[in-house]
């Protein structure tokens, strides 16, 4: 308690001798001037520093940088997609400790866009892989996604107009990475196209079993999050509300579909043994790590798809 006494006096030092915004929070002392989270609303610090909504970023700022830094030879698109949900995660603590500091509100979402972004490109390699033989096709499949990424880059910085922002080139971009996952699962598990590591029946549930609970925990995600997307409302006013869950939700489905891809990808090109649990008391659909902890593990899917890319 005593390091955490020290480290909010260190958070409202830095924070009184950087400019922070001076508007009131919404609901904060009976005032209405922005909208703001219900754990910053009742914030009980002058810096309006939300704990709850902090911390949840910490078990996936973990789970991912031990990904990225102990794995051996993870694909060049995992690695990025992993390192930008370290910077994520990062970035969302930061904005949430200090939220009236302008720079972090840039911190926390510029990350998840890029991760977004780059999240669709990875599904499109990973699919180009799969489904087509040629260089030109998996090179032409590829660019779907960098032009999802492109066009969500566009309407974050509002070259679109004032009806198609942020929040809707976000949704598209989400929404067409969600779509091709759902074409590599059903390549994956059908009965005419899966690979024969997929013949087996365990490995089939589980990769079934994975995909639900991404699907699950995605719902979840969005409801936390759009409850209080324009405001705490009255039956949350005075709690920690519910944003914090968002945190947990949406950085687990997104590192577990990333795993899957990894998965899926090394047993379209023929591995016997591309999933392994995490630990013997996890289930290996619960926490998806697909990559082998030894040196000469070959490389995952991404690479194949980067070089027609770049010849493009």
Not at 58 to 71: D, E, I, N, Q
Not at 97 to 120: I, K, N, V, Y
Not at 239 to 255: D, E, K, P, Q
Request: aromatic share 8%; proline share 4%.
């Amino acid at each position: 308690m005593v390091a955490l006494t020290r480290l909010l006096q260190c958070l409202e030092e830095f924070h009184n001798s950087s400019g922070a915004i001076e508007e009131t929070c919404d609901g904060r002392n009976g005032t209405s001037t922005r909208q703001c989270w219900c754990e910053q609303a009742s914030s009980p610090f002058a810096t309006e520093t939300q704990l709850a909504n902090t911390l949840t970023n910490l078990p996936h700022l973990v789970l991912s940088l031990y990904t990225l830094l102990r794995l051996a030879n993870v694909s060049g698109l995992y690695a990025c997609c992993v390192g930008m949900l370290v910077l994520t995660s990062l970035g969302s603590l930061l904005h949430h400790a200090l939220p009236l500091l302008e720079w972090t509100l840039a911190a926390d979402l510029q990350p998840m866009l890029l991760t977004t972004g780059l999240s669709c490109v990875y599904v499109c390699a990973c699919l180009a892989d799969a489904l087509v033989p040629s260089a030109p096709a998996r090179g032409a499949l590829l660019l779907v996604g960098l032009a999802a990424f492109a066009s969500q880059s566009i309407a974050a910085d509002g070259g679109y107009g004032k009806d198609y922002e942020l929040t809707e080139g976000f949704a598209t971009t989400l929404i067409v990475t969600i779509a091709l996952h759902a074409v590599l699962w059903i390549l994956s598990s059908a009965l005419t196209t899966r690979p024969r590591y997929f013949e087996d029946g365990a490995n089939r549930v589980d990769l079934h079993l994975a995909y639900a609970l991404c699907g699950a925990l995605l719902g979840a995600a969005v409801a936390f999050q759009r409850i209080e997307a324009d405001g705490c409302p009255d039956w949350l006013s005075g709690s920690i509300g519910l944003h914090g869950l968002w945190h947990v939700c949406v950085y687990h489905v997104t590192y577990n579909a990333l795993g899957l891809l990894v998965v899926q990808s090394a047993a379209h090109a023929g591995s016997d043994s591309p999933w392994s649990p995490a630990h013997r008391w996890v289930a290996r659909w619960l926490v998806v790590v697909p990559l082998p902890k030894r040196k000469d593990a070959a490389p995952s899917a991404g690479f194949q798809s980067l070089r027609p890319a770049v010849a493009l």
